[in-house]
Nanobody, 124 residues
Framework: VQLQASGGGLVQAGGSLRLSCAASERTYSRYAVGWFRQAPGKEREFVAAIPMSGGRTYHAEAVRGRFTMSRDNAKNTVYLQMNSLKPEDTAVYYC??????????????????WGHGTQVTVSS
């Protein structure tokens, strides 16, 4: 499974970006998929995830109400719509897929496949 994240860029605070993560094969109906981010000097952290079942979407408290993750199985693509961006959202954003269950969706070790990441920079 290969994942390709795109859509990052430079945006002013309060702006929006939409990240995409395209999979090389029919992935998202077989795996849970998540978005993580890593800011300079910080550990990689959970942002959002959709379980394999495609049920409810989970978002980290820091982004809840501003970010929305969605999935398009027909296109083998997941999205992260990011609104009301803040400078503290600046990070490299990664998409990942794996056999995470509901209780482990926020756990990095639950994901086997990772994209290369896309840089998001929010200026103040």
């Amino acid at each position: 499974v290969q994942l390709q994240a795109s859509g990052g860029g430079l945006v002013q605070a309060g702006g929006s970006l939409r990240l995409s993560c395209a999979a090389s094969e029919r992935t998202y109906s077989r795996y849970a998929v998540g978005w993580f981010r890593q800011a300079p000097g910080k550990e990689r952290e959970f942002v959002a995830a959709i379980p394999m079942s495609g049920g409810r979407t989970y978002h980290a408290e820091a982004v809840r109400g501003r970010f929305t993750m969605s999935r398009d199985n027909a296109k083998n693509t997941v999205y992260l719509q990011m609104n009301s961006l803040k400078p503290e959202d600046t990070a490299v954003y990664y998409c990942a897929a794996g056999r995470a269950i509901a209780s482990t969706l926020a756990t990095i070790g639950s994901y086997n496949y990772w994209g290369h990441g896309t840089q998001v920079t929010v200026s103040s």
